[in-house]
């Protein structure tokens, strides 16, 4: 079993913070890498981005968003109490260089997939811009851990309930016309990652998303997880999961995900009946 | 006449005993095992009919030359612990190998029985001895040699992994096995169906290992998780690679990435290993298709459709473009397939996928095939002709044309030679790979083969690191 031995809720109880005992993966994890976990027996593998990780502890973090069965499982899990598997580290790490002027937009909990990026580009020495939203002031993770990890912040909400009023792609556009911006990281929603690879085209400034297909092993041996870049087929655990923003097909990748979702609604309506 | 020739003509007079099945119409919508195994009498009977001949061809045939006379000459005198015994000094997985081996082309092939009539059923008495010993011996360890304080990593725990750790722990070295998926197995876990090989087989062959002293690590990608050189750092003095033709091949054709059109891979993974049958009791999700067509015509798609069909649909259609001479299943499961209602479509291939708005599989389109000359495998090469284009209309795709190398364990590991088509390299005599002090076999040398070539490839492997645990490279 992989115990948990810290456990946070945020944003109202909507996303959970979870940080749990895996220290071959801690020893070995980058930016940008991703687990996948099993809660139990019956259970889903569910891929999850690392928040953080603490190889000095052994511990990794990783912090989602209730969605559905799965999550709502998770959630239901306790400090001392664990995860029966969790495979890792999956994916390609993020590439990490000095660019100068560096956009993190992060949206949801894509905030949490962003934060180690965001930390480790300014490491390396970079100008780290950091913009993250959420619908609400209530939903919005992380401002404080983002603030320590970029250069400057900026947040936006939804519905002005807390720092700009708007999308997050309102600050990223004032940010592509008066700064010599670099590279964009965008990452959240599949929609705003659209939207923050189609404004970055217009300044043809070279954009990172990180796209979250659904996946079985993480491995490359199933396909699952393919996704369409540039016109050609790619599995996004082995060959991504960060994608040129440009490239990627975004309408296919949101229609795959949704291939299963009458399966998944019977099956989250019956575990919320049943652990109300 | 003389006595041996009244003996065999006696012999001759007992047919083929048959496997009692599940009858079709049942099965076809249930997981349960097909055929249900002999009884001690079918099995003593059927053990009658072999000839015991002094140059059998049958041992011949087995690519890993069980003593199959030995072994039925047991099951003849009602030792059938014997008979395991002996099995299992030449195949440490009987009760897989009885179920899942193409007797038709090895052993029974050349069974001098069959010339005349039909081959003695060595598939399916090894079936038999192994689960009588599973189900009623005594669960006596093998042998063991005095420890050597070697240790060894087998990466990958299929067929060939396991036979490698088997043979290994017995000659007195610790073994680990670490494998990527969170349960055991390989192939015979995630991809062969329950009802053609139940898991339970599987587990308890593995639990049969860790009881003898193997180390298992599941969820160890090696490559990502640990590499190659990380285990020699960690002290392993040698290491097996085992980690099969994990990558699924596609048709490369328009509407390849519709919702509905799936690799095999994903279908059985699914099914199998996650036990999506179970859904909702089980978490994971399957698509339930109504009108099913599978790709391709080997074991793998042979499986992909018998699923579709017990997961409930109407109508599965094998589509294949070659004729079904060329089909590369076992005869037994074209047999399974064709009784449940599985429909075949040959020389016939798809050329584009066709869906709705929402981007889910509605169709696609085919052409008609014609076989023309021999191509570098020796098939007829298929060939379209001209103006056949016709539709089918489909909710499910299941592509089952083959697998090829997953590169992630190779490109972590650039001193391992591969293969054009990214196979690894090794001595088809020992196993050893362009890096020293390590072995591999089974699929990932081979590409796509058999359980039994890749127990076969375990067990020179084993013998060739323990040559060198001794001796040196
Ligand atoms: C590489 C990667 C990293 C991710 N990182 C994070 C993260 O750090 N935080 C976070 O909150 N979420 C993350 N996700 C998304 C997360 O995996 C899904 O939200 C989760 O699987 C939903 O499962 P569920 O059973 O709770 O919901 P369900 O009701 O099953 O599904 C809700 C939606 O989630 C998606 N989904 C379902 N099953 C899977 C699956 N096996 N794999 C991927 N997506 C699926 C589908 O689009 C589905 O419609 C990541 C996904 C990927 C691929
Ligand atoms: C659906 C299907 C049906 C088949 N039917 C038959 C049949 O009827 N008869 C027959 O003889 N053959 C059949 N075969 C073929 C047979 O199963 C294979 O030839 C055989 O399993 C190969 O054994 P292996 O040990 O080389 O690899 P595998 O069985 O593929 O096992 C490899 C293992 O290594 C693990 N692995 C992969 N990468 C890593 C990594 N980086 N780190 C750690 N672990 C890793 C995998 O998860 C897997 O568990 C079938 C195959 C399939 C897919
Ligand atoms: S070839 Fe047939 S008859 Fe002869 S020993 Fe083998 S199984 Fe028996
Ligand atoms: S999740 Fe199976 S190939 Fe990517």
Redesign the pocket.
């Known amino acids: 079993m992989f115990k948990i031995v810290k456990r946070e809720e945020m944003a109202g109880g909507t996303v959970i913070l979870n940080e749990i005992e895996a220290p071959l993966i801690a020893g070995k994890a980058k930016p940008g890498q991703f687990v996948i976990l099993k809660a139990n027996e019956t259970g889903e593998r569910i891929p999850l981005t690392m928040a953080d990780t603490d190889p000095q502890k052994g511990t990794i973090t990783v912090i989602y968003m209730v969605v559905g069965k799965s999550t709502a499982l998770f959630k239901t899990l306790k400090v001392g109490e664990g995860y029966k598997d969790v495979i890792g580290p999956l994916g390609k790490p993020t590439h990490v260089e000095k660019v100068g002027t560096v956009v993190c937009v992060g949206g949801g909990t894509g905030v949490a997939v962003l934060h180690p990026i965001t930390r480790a580009l300014k490491e390396a020495g970079n100008h780290v811009i950091a913009i993250i939203g959420a619908r609400n002031k209530g939903l919005l993770i992380l401002e404080e851990q983002m603030k320590a990890a970029s250069t400057e912040l900026h947040v936006c909400t939804d519905d002005g309930s807390y720092g700009h009023k708007g999308f997050v792609t309102e600050v990223l556009k004032k940010m592509l016309e008066t700064k010599d911006v670099k590279l964009v990281v965008g990452i959240g929603p599949v929609p705003m990652m659209k939207f923050v690879s189609k404004m970055t085209k217009e300044f043809n400034v070279k954009t990172l998303v990180s796209l979250n297909p659904i996946m079985i092993d993480g491995?490359g041996?199933c396909g699952g997880c393919r996704v369409s870049i540039g016109g050609e087929t790619k599995f996004a655990c082995v060959d991504g999961p960060e994608f040129d923003g440009h490239q990627v097909d975004y309408d296919g990748l949101m229609q795959r995900l949704q291939a299963y979702c009458d399966e998944e609604k019977e099956c989250y309506g019956t575990f919320c009946k049943l652990n109300p | 006449m003389a006595e041996e020739e009244v003996k065999k003509a006696k012999k001759e007079a007992i047919p083929r005993q048959k496997m009692p099945e599940q009858a079709p119409e049942v099965r076809r919508r249930n997981f349960k095992e097909v055929p249900t195994g002999y009884t001690p009498e079918t099995a003593i009977l059927e053990a009658q009919r072999c000839l015991q001949c002094k140059k059998p061809g049958c041992v011949e045939g087995c690519p890993v030359q069980v003593d199959i006379p030995g072994f039925i000459n047991h099951i003849k005198e009602g030792d059938f612990t014997g008979a395991a015994r002996l099995l299992w000094q030449k195949n440490s997985l009987p009760a897989v190998?009885g179920r899942?081996?193409?007797q038709e082309v090895q052993c029974e092939g050349v069974c001098i029985v069959g010339k005349k009539g039909q081959p003695v059923a060595i598939g399916n008495l090894e079936r038999f001895a192994a689960d009588y010993e599973r189900i009623n011996g005594k669960g006596e360890l093998p042998p063991k040699a005095p420890p050597t304080g070697k240790k060894i990593a087998v990466?990958?725990?299929?067929?060939?992994?396991?036979t490698v750790a088997g043979d290994l722990i017995a000659k007195g070295h610790e073994v680990t096995v670490?494998?990527?998926?969170h349960k055991?197995?390989?192939?015979?876990?995630?991809?062969?169906?329950e009802f053609?090989l139940p898991k339970e087989i599987v587990f308890s062959e593995v639990a049969f290992m860790e009881k003898q002293g193997v180390k298992l690590e599941c969820n160890?990608?090696?490559?990502?998780t640990v590499t190659l050189d990380e285990l020699f750092a960690q002290g392993y003095d040698a290491v097996y690679v085992?980690?099969?033709?994990?990558l699924p091949t596609f048709m490369n054709i328009p509407g390849e990435n519709l919702i509905g059109v799936l690799s095999?891979?994903e279908y059985?993974t699914r099914a199998n290993l996650m036990k999506a049958y179970l859904f909702p009791e089980y978490d994971t999700p399957i698509v339930k298709g109504k009108n099913v067509v599978v790709l391709g015509a080997g074991?793998?798609a042979m499986?992909?459709a018998r699923t579709a069909m017990r997961l409930g649909a109407d109508n599965v259609k094998i589509v294949y473009r070659r004729s079904r001479q060329e089909m590369p299943a076992?005869a037994a499961?074209i047999h399974h397939a064709e009784e449940e209602g599985i429909e075949f479509f040959l020389l016939t291939a798809p050329t584009r996928f066709l869906g709705d708005e929402k981007g889910r599989i509605t169709g696609m389109e085919c052409l008609k095939m014609e076989l023309g000359e021999p191509d570098q495998s020796g098939r007829r090469r298929p060939i379209p002709v001209k103006g056949s284009e016709f539709k089918m209309d489909c909710d499910l795709v299941i592509v089952a044309v083959g697998?090829g190398a997953?590169p992630?364990?190779t490109q972590s590991t650039p001193e391992l030679s591969l293969n054009k088509r990214g196979y690894i390299i090794a001595d088809p005599e020992t196993g050893k790979t362009t890096k020293k002090g390590v072995w591999a076999?089974?699929?990932?040398v081979t590409g796509?083969?058999?359980?039994?070539?890749?127990m076969g490839?375990?067990r020179k492997a084993a013998d060739s690191i323990h040559n060198y645990l001794k001796w040196g490279w």
């Open positions: 491995t041996m | 190998c899942v081996c193409p990466v990958g725990s299929g067929p060939s992994g396991l670490l494998e990527a998926f055991p197995g390989g192939v015979l876990v995630y991809g062969i169906p053609r160890s990608v090696v490559g990502r085992g980690v099969g033709a994990g095999a891979n059985l074991n793998v499986d992909s076992r499961e697998a997953n992630l364990l076999g089974g699929d990932i796509s083969a058999t359980v039994i070539l890749a490839a375990g």
